[in-house]
Each structure stands twice: as structure tokens, then as C-alpha cells.
T-cell receptor, first 110, second 114 residues
Framework: GQNIDQPTEMTATEGAIVQINCTYQ??????LFWYQQHAGEAPTFLSY??LDGLEEKGRFSSFLSRSKGYSYLLLKELQMKDSASYLC???????????WGAGTKLIIKP | DAGITQSPRYKITETGRQVTLMCHQT?????MFWYRQDLGHGLRLIYY???????DKGEVPDGYVVSRSKTENFPLTLESATRSQTSVYFC?????????????FGPGTRLTVT
């Protein structure tokens, strides 16, 4: 099957750093997306990685290792508004579909 | 207003009834998608469309029908609603289906089937 795995829930402290991991099936892989979804709202795009390495975008960075089938989203200087679910999704080259993980609920504590 | 909109935002219907969820986008994006989101599952693709009059099944198409006569509209019809179709439905659009083109999501429709 085409599985994407990410932790169900994580807790972190305001001002700290948190890393959310995602593993995916490497066969047919063509890119990895991260989306943020606040409760009761639609997902919004955060990042896209297709090559190995780290992509930094302000407080958020995303890393990809194609050979290991592994990605992470790194959030720095956590703010209360970062409390949300973070969705990992892989793009397969056989079609235009994204395969989505179930999401990681991130809880930020003061 | 520009963007992607869905209607209705909330719907309660009875088992066996036909229900149509509407999706409209103003960007002239070629690709449009319908997802359902349930607790414990990732977003699951129901149907997608690469252009007007071109649609294809996703992961969970059974019980659903789509059409796309115009680029901007992509309605989703539940032919005979069942309780298992109680979910939050998201429509999304993208300028391309390939590469790193992000999908833009509508606000969602929360559907309850009683």
C-alpha cells in the first residue's frame, strides 16, 4: 500500500523548537508537501520538497531524504498560533494524486 | 470574491437522499479535487478533474458522482446518502497536477447523514 506515517499528537512549549517527522513509501515518489490545518479550517500550504536537503522559510523549515523515505517539519520559536494539525502528503509520479498522512496535532503550552 | 468557495457549509440530510455539494473557484485552475476528512484518517481523494469534462476516480469514489461542465465549477453528488458518508468534505484546486503546485482548499462542507 501507499502509507504515510506521522505521529498522532505532539506537545511543545511556547518559544521552543519542535520537529514533526513523516515517513513515506519511496516507490514512485515525486515530492513531499507539508500543510497546516487549524481546527475547523481548511489545510493551507506550508512547503514542498522534491530534492534532498533542508528548505527554510522563516520560522518553518522542511527536510527531505529521498533514499530514506523521510521528511520532517521543523518549527522554531513556537507561538500559540502554531497550535494546529500538520499534514504530510506525498506526490506520486504515476498520477496526480497526493497521498496524505493522518496529520500530527501539535499542542503548544505556555 | 476571488478564491475557492463551497456551499453549503453545513448540511444535515437523511439516509437515502441525494445531496449535491458545490465548489466554485475563480482562478481558472485546471485541476480540481474532492476530498473527505474523517478522524483518524488523512484526507482521502474522492474524485479529481484535470480540466472541464475530464474527471477520474480517486481512492474512495463509491457512492459519489462528479461533473465538470465548466472549469470553475466541480459539484459532488451523493446519489443515495449513507451514514458512512458523514464527514467533512473539502474541495481543492491547483494550476497543475504535477510537480510542486500547491492545492488551494475551500472552507469545507460538514455533512451529517442521519
Amino acid at each position: 500500500g501507499q502509507n504515510i506515517d506521522q505521529p498522532t499528537e505532539m506537545t511543545a512549549t511556547e518559544g521552543a523548537i519542535v520537529q514533526i517527522n513523516c515517513t513515506y513509501q519511496t516507490s514512485g515518489f515525486n515530492g513531499l508537501f507539508w500543510y497546516q490545518q487549524h481546527a475547523g479550517e481548511a489545510p493551507t500550504f506550508l512547503s514542498y520538497n522534491v530534492l534532498d536537503g533542508l528548505e527554510e522559510k522563516g520560522r518553518f523549515s522542511s527536510f527531505l531524504s529521498r533514499s530514506k523515505g523521510y521528511s520532517y517539519l521543523l518549527l522554531k520559536e513556537l507561538q500559540m498560533k502554531d497550535s494546529a494539525s500538520y499534514l504530510c502528503a506525498s506526490l506520486m509520479d504515476s498520477n496526480y494524486q497526493l497521498i496524505w498522512g493522518a496529520g500530527t496535532k501539535l499542542i503548544i503550552k505556555p | 470574491d476571488a478564491g475557492i468557495t463551497q456551499s453549503p457549509r453545513y448540511k444535515i440530510t437523511e439516509t437515502g437522499r441525494q445531496v449535491t455539494l458545490m465548489c466554485h473557484q475563480t482562478w481558472s485552475h485546471s485541476y480540481m479535487f474532492w476530498y473527505r476528512q474523517d478522524l483518524g484518517h488523512g484526507l482521502r481523494l474522492i474524485y479529481y478533474s484535470a480540466a472541464a469534462d475530464i474527471t477520474d476516480k480517486g481512492e474512495v469514489p463509491d457512492g459519489y458522482v462528479v461533473s465538470r461542465s465548466k472549469t470553475e465549477n466541480f459539484p459532488l453528488t451523493l446519489e443515495s446518502a449513507t451514514r458512512s458518508q458523514t464527514s467533512v468534505y473539502f474541495c481543492a484546486s491547483s494550476s497543475s497536477g504535477q510537480g510542486g503546485y500547491e492545492q488551494y482548499f475551500g472552507p469545507g462542507t460538514r455533512l451529517t447523514v442521519t
